[in-house]
């Protein structure tokens, strides 16, 4: 997506002012696509336009270290947890959003709808969705 996240003190928090947000669902809409990615003023993936970014290689999940954009939502904190509960290694990282591109699964999360696979990101489709599906099942058990 072209509509970056700005680096902020408030980072992490859920706070009143979404406009970046509108900004990137609005040009959701505009693309004709159900969801996307925002990246930072960097560059650095931050999450999407209203959900947390979850990626995996191997057993290790992969999200978006928040300390300088983005909402840590409490499914997030929930997923982080559970997946480490369930042997997954989990790692806050800041990275381009090309790091993605060799993963082997992606899902977002909130609160709302809880953990969902992403079928396709740029070109590549995905349907290995063991993590999102374990760590689904975990806490609705």
């Known amino acids: 997506m072209k509509q970056r996240v700005g680096l902020s003190p408030l980072a992490g928090l859920k706070h009143l002012n979404r406009l970046e947000q509108v900004l990137l669902k ?8 159900d969801d996307g ?6 560059g650095h993936l931050v999450e999407t336009s209203a959900s947390n970014l979850f990626w995996r290689k191997d ?5 978006p270290v928040l300390d300088n954009a983005g909402v840590a939502g409490t ?10 509960l369930l042997g997954y290694k989990v790692i ?8 993605i591109d060799g993963s082997d699964e992606i899902f977002i999360t ?3 709808m809880g953990l969902v696979p992403v079928r396709q990101y740029h070109n ?12 689904t099942l975990r806490l609705t058990a």
Do not use: H, P, W
Not at 26 to 33: D, F, H, P, Q
Not at 59 to 63: A, K, W
Not at 124 to 135: G, H, L, P
């Open 59 to 63: 057993r290790t999940l992969f999200t």
């Open 75 to 84: 499914m997030r904190a929930r997923v982080i947890e559970t997946a480490k």
């Open 37 to 42: 990615i925002a990246c930072d003023m960097n």
């Open 110 to 112: 909130n609160a709302v």
């Open 26 to 33: 609005s040009e959701v809409e505009t693309l004709g696509v």
């Open 92 to 99: 806050e990282c800041r990275e381009q959003a090309s790091v």
């Open 124 to 135: 590549k489709n995905y349907n290995d969705f063991e993590a999102c599906r374990a760590i």
